[in-house]
């Protein structure tokens, strides 16, 4: 069984950092996409950054030269360090990933469980 488990929200002043960081485990045979969302107040979760095996990334126009997204193949995880944060960046914040269980299985989409991020003064 896989899981993601995330870690390193909180609360934070407006200008402030945070670094999330996301672990799978379980059993994995290899792991192809790896991403945060987030899902604001009141809002539709949407799609904050993601990065690929070969470690292309893309991000939210809104994220753009204040989020960054890393991940480390060797230890099946994916960080997103958040610079400049504002208070429209409050929300929950999600780890996915494509993750293939066993040789010649197709790759499905796990999820973690959440972190509450606040951005208030």
């Known amino acids: 069984q896989v899981q993601l488990v995330e870690s390193g929200g909180g609360l934070v002043q407006p200008g402030g950092s945070l670094r999330l960081s996301c672990a799978a485990s379980g059993s994995i045979f290899s792991i192809y996409g790896m991403g945060w969302y987030r899902q604001p107040p009141g809002k539709q979760r949407e799609l904050v950054a993601a990065i690929s095996s070969g470690h292309t990334t893309d991000y939210a126009d809104s994220v753009k030269g204040r989020f960054t997204i890393s991940r480390d193949n060797a230890k099946n995880t994916v960080n997103l360090q958040m610079n400049s944060l504002k208070p429209e960046d409050t929300a929950v914040y999600y780890c996915?990933?494509?993750?293939?269980?066993?040789?010649?299985?197709?790759?499905?989409?796990?999820w973690g469980q959440g972190t509450q991020v606040t951005v208030s003064s």
């Open positions: 996915t990933a494509q993750i293939v269980a066993m040789r010649g299985a197709y790759a499905l989409d796990y």
